[in-house]
């Protein structure tokens, strides 16, 4: 008997695996695994979600309309310009699916989103990684690895899972150093939560190349993961080629109602930051005394080292795990001995600073 061949290279892909949310039977947990806002939505997006259900028998507004107006008010940017995806992944995958092949290859840093390689691969293109350095990236190599085959640059910035951003005028130096016929995607997924002088998203790089994708997510500092939500700010060429590969209706009414009022609510928005902002140093400082390599972050979340304190990440991750703290294992990036931690609530953020303490004998 024969059975159905996927196209090549789709074997050889890891599944993409998220961050944990249950641990033993019924035990309450504090997910810390995920990047996800310790505040939750606003409660005006909650609202209008809720005000939706009752039209759920009707089609969602192809073109999120009324979410993209939205999105373009509150970042005083062109709506013509935005298309919206069910979450940035989306978005990746599309651009992936538009403008590489057979042959080509996708370049991105060695601890790149693991999507860029996933996409690109089921593509059909090569996924190839430039080395950072000090877990950042490093421009210089990733210009080093272009090759006459290269069609599209992913760069996260800041980047999952190190936290690790590089400045505006690097990113314009990384642009200025490739062929126009090479897309360079800004992966701006943790960009609300960055308060350095010289960070930008991208929405400027945007409007003045025809080769820069900025791309967005709500899962983040909005709060609706759940919802499965991001945008991308293009030049007009590429929003028609995404308005030709999208679904039809690849927007579901409720996050486009919930993602309207999220975007609006930038009062919640600043909460959420500012609590970012407490909250990062208190646990890189608490971290750092108790010996483990804390990756300066300007995210929402800290990636903790275990090498040099006699403990492996693994052995933390199931400590932690018994204790109802949920933390991220990144060894899929390339990072075997270390863990994410997303910034939580106060009694979270305390609960595992103890824990780990206990952990390691501090």
Request: aromatic share 6%.
């Given at each position: 008997?024969?059975?159905?061949?996927?196209?090549?290279?789709?074997?050889?892909?890891?599944?993409?695996?998220?961050?944990?949310?249950?641990?033993?039977?019924?035990?309450?947990?504090?997910?810390?695994?995920?990047?996800?806002?310790?505040?939750?939505?606003?409660?005006?997006?909650?609202?209008?979600?809720?005000?939706?259900?009752?039209?759920?028998?009707?089609?969602?507004?192809?073109?999120?309309?009324?979410?993209?107006?939205?999105?373009?008010?509150?970042?005083?940017?062109?709506?013509?310009?935005?298309?919206?995806?069910?979450?940035?992944?989306?978005?990746?995958?599309?651009?992936?699916?538009?403008?590489?092949?057979?042959?080509?290859?996708?370049?991105?840093?060695?601890?790149?989103?693991?999507?860029?390689?996933?996409?690109?691969?089921?593509?059909?293109?090569?996924?190839?990684?430039?080395?950072?350095?000090?877990?950042?990236?490093?421009?210089?190599?990733?210009l080093a690895a272009v090759t006459e085959r290269t069609k599209i640059v992913f760069l996260a910035n800041p980047n999952n899972p190190?936290?690790?951003?590089?400045?505006?005028?690097?990113?314009?130096?990384?642009?200025?150093?490739?062929?126009?016929?090479?897309?360079?995607?800004?992966?701006?997924?943790?960009?609300?939560?960055?308060?350095?002088?010289?960070?930008?998203?991208?929405?400027?790089?945007?409007?003045?190349?025809?080769?820069?994708?900025?791309?967005?997510?709500?899962?983040?500092?909005?709060?609706?993961?759940?919802?499965?939500?991001?945008?991308?700010?293009?030049?007009?060429?590429?929003?028609?080629?995404?308005?030709?590969?999208?679904?039809?209706?690849?927007?579901?009414?409720?996050?486009?109602?919930?993602?309207?009022?999220?975007?609006?609510?930038?009062?919640?928005?600043?909460?959420?930051?500012?609590?970012?902002?407490?909250?990062?140093?208190?646990?890189?400082?608490?971290?750092?005394?108790?010996?483990?390599?804390?990756?300066?972050?300007?995210?929402?979340?800290?990636?903790?080292?275990?090498?040099?304190?006699?403990?492996?990440?693994?052995?933390?991750?199931?400590?932690?795990?018994?204790?109802?703290?949920?933390?991220?294992?990144?060894?899929?990036?390339?990072?075997?001995?270390?863990?994410?931690?997303?910034?939580?609530?106060?009694?979270?953020?305390?609960?595992?600073?103890?824990?780990?303490?206990?952990?390691?004998?501090?």
């Amino acid at each position: 008997m024969t059975t159905p061949v996927p196209q090549p290279g789709i074997m050889t892909i890891s599944p993409y695996v998220g961050g944990k949310s249950k641990a033993g039977e019924n035990q309450k947990v504090a997910k810390l695994s995920s990047n996800e806002s310790p505040l939750g939505p606003s409660p005006k997006a909650v609202a209008a979600i809720e005000a939706v259900l009752k039209d759920g028998h009707r089609y969602p507004d192809g073109g999120s309309r009324l979410l993209i107006e939205a999105i373009a008010e509150i970042h005083d940017i062109n709506p013509a310009h935005i298309v919206c995806g069910n979450g940035s992944d989306e978005l990746i995958s599309l651009l992936n699916m538009a403008y590489v092949g057979p042959g080509d290859e996708v370049l991105f840093p060695e601890h790149g989103f693991l999507m860029y390689a996933i996409s690109a691969t089921v593509a059909g293109a090569t996924p190839v990684k430039a080395p950072e350095v000090n877990r950042t990236t490093d421009v210089d190599s990733l210009l080093a690895a272009v090759t006459e085959r290269t069609k599209i640059v992913f760069l996260a910035n800041p980047n999952n899972p190190t936290g690790t951003y590089i400045s505006h005028s690097e990113v314009e130096r990384l642009r200025d150093g490739l062929r126009d016929d090479i897309l360079l995607v800004l992966d701006a997924a943790y960009a609300e939560y960055v308060t350095r002088e010289d960070y930008r998203a991208g929405i400027e790089m945007v409007e003045a190349h025809d080769n820069v994708v900025m791309t967005r997510t709500f899962s983040k500092i909005y709060g609706l993961a759940a919802a499965r939500l991001g945008w991308a700010y293009c030049p007009p060429a590429v929003v028609d080629v995404l308005n030709r590969v999208r679904g039809p209706f690849n927007i579901n009414a409720l996050a486009q109602a919930g993602g309207a009022e999220a975007v609006r609510d930038q009062a919640h928005i600043e909460k959420a930051r500012q609590h970012n902002e407490k909250w990062l140093p208190v646990l890189t400082q608490s971290f750092r005394g108790m010996g483990l390599d804390v990756t300066p972050s300007v995210g929402n979340f800290l990636l903790l080292d275990f090498d040099g304190t006699g403990k492996s990440a693994a052995d933390a991750e199931a400590y932690l795990a018994e204790q109802g703290l949920l933390l991220r294992a990144v060894a899929g990036y390339g990072l075997p001995n270390c863990l994410r931690m997303t910034i939580g609530l106060e009694d979270e953020n305390h609960a595992v600073i103890e824990a780990l303490r206990t952990f390691l004998g501090k």
